[in-house]
């Protein structure tokens, strides 16, 4: 394929994170494809829809030794120190207490200094090296791709004949991978690279990778496997096999050390201890939450979310509720525990007791911004706010509202985004201003995450609020793909709801660490680690049997995010400067419903 140009780089022969992925209902993509949907288990369509897994992905790598050499240093105009210092994060990502960082990047410099350093991803509609999934998913009827989903998105990318390996531009039907020479080898009989491919690596060098996991219609356990690895000794291959060889070893697999982690917010980080947080949940009581059910259901998440919120002092959360031309705060910001009962039962329920009338979204999620900027909010904490919706947006022309937050009464408004006479629909000036207000909101430092709870029946297509544009409208209000749930007024609301309040509050979990060696023994036994869907469960990766009690489905609502790092210490001679190794990280899933978490059969 000699009619493809790239920069050649070092970074091609130090590492190139690429990928390759399994997901279990699906035709084979073949080799170079990197993902390989297997159908291999029939019982997994026991339910309606389909079991499928997509994955998308960014990677990161820092390589020190040849800052200067024409290569652009990521750290120049940081703030960036050899020395420990509040206010500083500690790199390598995945290092455990007793390992030496390498340095400290301040953390109002982390975000640009992990922009510098990303040099790959998947989709890539641009060739960047930055992940943009989110442009596909934004809005549909986009050019080319056209869908609104992630699921759709990621099934349409790359194409069976030419792989993920293939990159093309926003209006093509086959966006791929970042292609350049860390992901492509031109000329080469099979010129797509493989996930992790290592050489030349220098003392100081290091890699981060996390993947962002969208399950498609139905639960599944989920399993993080490796293949395809291959280790050099200055040209002595040691076998794909996690089992001991005699003869030359490949000491580049014992001195690299490694780290997988569940990464809760999707930021490529570690982030153990989780912070104070301000979060203010924003519940649509509008007209179209209009049965008994559908309230009782709202009602019953609404508990289980401040029930499963920790009440030791380290979460403060508050309560607007909108519909019907009006935005409340019904509760200020405040300890978790106005919210429940002596017992600990949720009580939210006092506060939903009238349902009707129109959606005022924007003004509701203002109201919420207001609350989150007054003194009854911490310093230091992250502040969040919670939309949970059946709707998009829908107001008045020019509606204005006034509520109370902990400091003062606060007018919103107006908003002439509304119509003059509001529909059971909505139009795009609405949807519109409600975007534009929100992203607004998140650039002042404020999250926002969007829980749509629609129902299973399609809408015809000039119904701007069908399921497809609820959730492209939604996920645009959130800014983020993994920041978007998606459920309905069912039993998997609770679910939601409770795991929502985990991954605000809960820290992220390192499953695995050791040398690079030990790591490929677990990933290549068996099906490979059993990952846990509960943040809050107990289960150990590598210890417990698959299907104990203490692991949990992951739920086809939510996005899930998982982390890998590679480093080589600086302690380490550079003797492993002739070794090399490379290999591809995956993952496999099978239905949960009428299945233990057993995985395939040997």
Known sequence: MTEHEFDLSRRSVLGALGAIGAASAGAGLGTSALFSDEETFEDNRLVAGELDLKMDWEEHYSFPQIYGEGFGDPTVGLDIRDTPADGYRAFPPGLDEEQEPFFYVNEGDVPEYMRKTSIEAFPDTNNDGTANLFDLVGFPGRPGIGESEPCEVLADVGGESDGLGAYADLESETIGRTQNADTYADGAEDPVLPLINIGDVKPGDFGEITFSLHLCDNDGYVWMNADNVAADENGVMEPESSEEVEGDVVELLDEIQVAAWYDNNCNNLVDIEPGEVDVMAVADTSGSIDTAEKQNRLIEAANAFVETLPTDGSVQTGLVTFGGGTVTITDQLGPVTQFLDGNGNGEVGNRLTSFGGNTPMAGALEAAEAELNSSAARPGADKIILLVTDGGPNYAENATYTVSTSDASVNLGPYPGGRTSPGATINQEEIDETITIAQGIESSGIDILTAGVLTDTEAEAENVEGPDNLNAILRQIAGAVEDYYNTEFGPDLVTVAQLIAAQITAGDEVFLRGSLREALTELQN?????????????????????????????????????????????????????????????????????????????
């Open 526 to 602: 068996g099906d490979g680690v059993p990952l846990d869907g509960g943040l809050e469960t107990a289960f150990d990766e590598l210890a417990d049997p698959e299907t104990d009690a203490d692991r949990q489905p992951f739920d086809a609502s939510a996005t899930y995010c998982v982390g890998f790092s590679w480093w080589l210490p600086h302690a380490v001679s550079n003797g492993v400067q002739s070794d090399s190794v490379m290999f591809d990280l995956g993952f496999y899933t099978e239905q949960a419903r009428n299945n233990d978490g057993s995985g395939q059969p040997a």
